[in-house]
Structures are given as C-alpha cells and as structure tokens.
C-alpha cells in the first residue's frame, strides 16, 4: 500500500517563496505520475502540477513561470517549488500519485492528507 506524507506548507507574504515535499512510501510500480493538487474554500480540486516517471512535467496556466516540480526518485518524494506566491494561490495542496504495472490497464490513485498554503496580501 503507498502512503504520502506531505509537508512544507504554512504562511508567507504575497512574493514570497515556499518549497513543498511528499514523500511516499510502499511499492511504486514503473508506470507512474506524481503531482500536485490545491482545493481553495468553495473551488474544486485542481491540478497544479505533476511530472511522469520519463519527466514530463505539466502545470496548470496560472503558475506556469513561477512554481517548478521536480522529484528524486531514489528518495521517492517530489517537490514543489513555489515563487512569486499570490494571494489567490492560497489552498490546501494534496500530494498525488498514480501509478499502474504496464500500459493500457488502469491506474492506481493515492491521496496526501493535505497541506494548507496561505499567501496574505
């Protein structure tokens, strides 16, 4: 079973910079994704970013230029790098990964519990 323990959250001021980690822990098949999700109060979850196991990254448009993902798969934990932090980037952020043992079957999903980042004005 895989397991994701989130951490580095907190509170900064609008332009400031705040790095999130997620390790996992279990077996992680070859196949895999892992990335980040935000839920602010009222919204529904979004993909902020994620990277596949051949590095490919992805971002949503709103933090493209300012938040970098990256991972180390020898530690089995993936980064978020947050820069130029606004105020509307204030959510919690869940750490995700999906992962299968070949191609054309279905993905496994897991979940963090959670890290809330919060950026005053």
């Known amino acids: 079973q895989v397991q994701l323990v989130e951490s580095g959250g907190g509170l900064v001021q609008a332009g400031g910079s705040l790095t999130l980690s997620c390790a996992a822990s279990g077996t992680i098949f070859s196949i895999n994704v892992m990335g980040w999700y935000r839920q602010a109060p009222g919204n529904q979850r979004e993909l902020v970013a994620s990277l596949t196991h051949i590095g490919t990254p992805n971002y949503v448009d709103s933090v493209k230029g300012r938040f970098t993902i990256y991972r180390d798969n020898s530690k089995k934990t993936v980064y978020l790098q947050m820069n130029s932090l606004r105020p509307e980037d204030t959510a919690v952020y869940y750490c995700?990964?999906?992962?299968?043992?070949?191609?054309?079957?279905?993905?496994?999903?897991?979940w963090g519990r959670g890290t809330q980042v919060t950026v005053s004005p």
């Open positions: 995700h990964l999906g992962h299968k043992p070949i191609l054309n079957t279905p993905q496994f999903n897991y």
